[in-house]
């Protein structure tokens, strides 16, 4: 996973130095051949996605397994308790220690986690694959969303980002069997990816932009959000905790998306490949 970006100032120091925490590199190979027979009775090798039980460990204490490919298990840790609202500032996680012999990632904060316990104690199951849980309320905190008024995006920045994403060279076109997301610029009417992740969840994938976001200080009122999953409630307030205006998926959504995404003024837009989409929230953002 490639990550470029505008600093942001909350988490840089006087000198202008990234606070980062200390972090294990630790990835887990993206793909794994197999043999398998095909239609005509040969036999042939196969790339399959690779998929690992990752279980996060806060200050020794489990909260929870995730299946993930392991492409970004630190950075998918980090956006994993970003979204989840158990941590407020890159600057409370002291350490992200990844260990696959024990499947196992262990976090150290700085002074522990507050009220823990009672934010953990209500689990939600969503219809995302590879995640399936979230802690306390969606809605919560929901309202203190404030996307950036004066964004807008263009049809052309829209194709653009499109064409790279149909061009970009993904597991899911070796392999099959993952979902990808990706950041993208939003410049006038052009658009770079920034940076694509996959995972065997659209969830775990848009985490681990999140956690990647985090650590090198991008910020994301600027840039557009795209999933090849659908567009459910939870995928939409991710992207609106992380301060992105457009949100696009080649899939479709869900009810509950929809009407989030119009509370807090996003644009969202769906079934969108080559030249084809839906505007379906937040037109007035979009420049035709």
């Known amino acids: 996973m490639s990550a470029q970006g505008r600093p942001g100032r909350d988490a840089a120091d006087a000198g202008g130095t990234r606070y980062r925490p200390v972090l294990t590199h630790n990835a887990r190979p993206a793909t794994f051949d197999v043999e398998a027979v095909d239609e005509n009775g040969q036999r042939r090798d196969v790339s399959i996605a690779g998929e690992h039980p990752l279980t996060i460990y806060v200050d020794k204490q489990e909260l929870l397994t995730l299946m993930t ?77 404030k996307l950036p008024p004066g964004a807008t995006l263009t049809r052309d920045a829209l194709y653009a980002l499109l064409e790279r994403v149909r061009l970009h060279e993904t597991i899911y076109k070796q392999a099959g069997a993952v979902h990808g997301c990706a950041l993208a610029s939003n410049d006038g009417d052009a658009s770079e990816i920034l940076m694509f992740v996959e995972d065997v969840g659209r969830h775990n994938a848009v985490d681990a932009i999140a956690g990647q976001m985090w650590l090198d200080g991008i910020d994301g009122g600027d840039k557009i959000f795209y999933t090849t999953g659908r567009l459910t409630s939870e995928m939409v307030i991710k992207a609106a905790q992380m301060g992105i205006p457009f949100l696009v998926s080649r899939s479709g959504l869900t009810q509950m998306g929809y009407e989030i995404a119009q509370k807090v003024g996003m644009t969202m837009i769906g079934r969108a490949t080559n030249r084809h989409f839906l505007l379906f929230t937040g037109a007035e953002r979009f420049r035709g």
């Open 69 to 145: 490919l392991g492409a970004a298990p630190e950075a998918l840790t980090i956006g994993y308790l970003r979204n989840q609202r158990l941590v407020n500032d890159i600057r409370d996680i002291v350490a992200v220690q990844v260990d696959w012999d024990t499947e196992s990632v262990a976090v150290k904060t700085r002074g522990g986690l507050a009220d823990l316990a009672e934010k953990t104690a209500k689990r939600t199951k969503t219809s995302g694959c590879g995640q399936g849980t979230v802690f306390g309320d969606l809605m919560a905190e929901i309202d203190d969303v």
